[in-house]
């Protein structure tokens, strides 16, 4: 990075980490309003200690569940129970739909207008002009990092997309990262959410937005998800690998958040939309080939040899081989994915037929536009065939 080039860092008032981080909830939600929206999933995730701890604080609360991806309907029935049970403040306690959910809902609660103004490429992408509603992010899973971000990902079928509602002013005012939450991750919920992690991480470390301060955290994140997430997988009592792996999930999204991603969620968000497909699940399928592309069309150009380096790093960080190549870091990925039994693109329900479809929405999104290298649409056709 060039000496005079200027970057900022956006991330949520304040970040509480660790083994029983939820018992700070008590102070927190006293702290921040009478009455709670309390939005969380549909059942597999209990919600009995939390609700323990609400009563506890003296805190009422309405609550809002979010039974899949969310929708456009869903974010406007949240938001009507928060207005008709005059809540004044939002928790959000769950996997990433669940807290994109509460961030989308505690915006609108302060901002006039539909939704649909606020999404971007489908709508309006009008801007929020007002601080949301205090919001409390409480991660169940180990894989967005939305607890820190800036936006929220919406799923609309009309359009058969996913797109974001996206501002600085809807970063949660806290996150609560409490690793043991995790514990209750099935396997294929613990494989599918920590490759999203690690894909975070790698992509954010490459992006040309990438800063010192979201290479160093992306650098920590690759070592620790790389090193645990198979662990996590096997062994989902493990602490030390769901400890990890939260560290790793919240510093993706801190990387994300001020760096953005890259190619592979380009795809994933276009893929999520057309098809009922684990986001994780996409990613794992597509991150070993958009490496491999990304480094073939880097080759190729002159001055891009800091970006090589980084991949030449990630090579060396997955594997724990102070000699691997770029080559040995897309293998071990794909690898990775195969012992996670994570489905591929075919697996999900991709036909060949739909990568026109997908490609062209891809170009679209904001994440395309932060890899490394700008990708024609041949070389996108080819990540997709290599993944299928």
């Not at 309003?33 to 805190?59: R, T, W, Y």
């Not at 509602?165 to 920590?194: C, F, H, K, N, Q």
């Not at 592979?264 to 684990?278: D, L, R, Y």
Request: overall charge negative; proline content about 4%.
């Amino acid at each position: 990075m060039a000496v005079n080039t200027i970057f900022e860092f956006i991330t949520s008032d304040r970040i509480i980490f660790g083994i029983g981080a939820i018992e700070k909830l008590e102070t927190i939600a006293k702290d921040s309003g009478k009455k709670a929206l309390l939005v969380c999933g549909s059942g597999s995730v209990p919600i009995e200690k939390v609700l323990k701890i609400l009563k506890k604080a003296g805190v009422s609360f309405e609550i809002f569940r979010v039974e899949n991806e969310p929708q456009v309907d869903t974010i406007q029935a949240g938001l009507s129970l928060a207005v008709s049970s005059k809540s004044d403040f939002v928790i959000g306690y769950g996997g990433g739909s669940v807290l994109d959910s509460g961030k989308a809902i505690s915006a609108l609660m302060t901002n006039q207008g539909d939704l649909m103004e606020y999404l971007e490429v489908i709508g309006g992408g009008k801007k929020i002009e007002n601080p949301a509603a205090p919001m409390i992010a409480i991660p169940t899973t180990a894989g967005t990092g939305t607890e820190v971000t800036r936006n929220a990902v919406i799923s609309s079928q009309a359009h058969n997309v996913k797109v974001s509602m996206r501002s600085p002013l809807m970063i949660p005012t806290v996150a609560i990262v409490d690793p043991e939450l995790t514990v209750t991750m099935p396997p294929s919920v613990t494989a599918s959410t920590g490759m999203d992690a690690l894909t975070q991480v790698i992509e954010g470390y490459v992006s040309n937005k990438a800063n010192p301060m979201t290479d160093s955290l992306a650098k920590e994140g690759i070592k620790r998800g790389s090193g645990s997430l198979l662990q996590a997988y096997q062994n989902g009592k493990d602490l030390q690998a769901r400890y990890n792996m939260a560290l790793t999930s919240l510093f993706g999204g801190l990387v994300l958040g001020n760096s953005g991603l890259g190619a592979v969620h380009g795809f994933a968000g276009p893929i999520g939309g057309m098809f009922k497909a684990p986001h994780g699940a996409v990613c794992a399928s597509l991150l070993p080939f958009v490496m491999k592309y990304n480094a073939i069309e880097l080759s190729k150009l002159e001055g891009m040899e800091e970006i090589q380096s980084k991949y030449e790093d990630i090579a060396k960080w997955v594997t724990s081989d102070p000699h691997a190549s770029i080559e040995d870091g897309v293998e071990w990925i794909d690898n990775l994915a195969k012992q996670l039994e994570i489905p591929g693109l075919k697996e999900i329900g991709i036909k060949i037929e739909d990568f026109d479809e997908i490609i062209e929405k891809s170009k679209a999104s904001s994440s395309m536009q932060k890899n490394p290298i700008k990708l024609n649409e041949s070389t996108l056709a080819k990540i997709l065939k290599a993944a299928y």
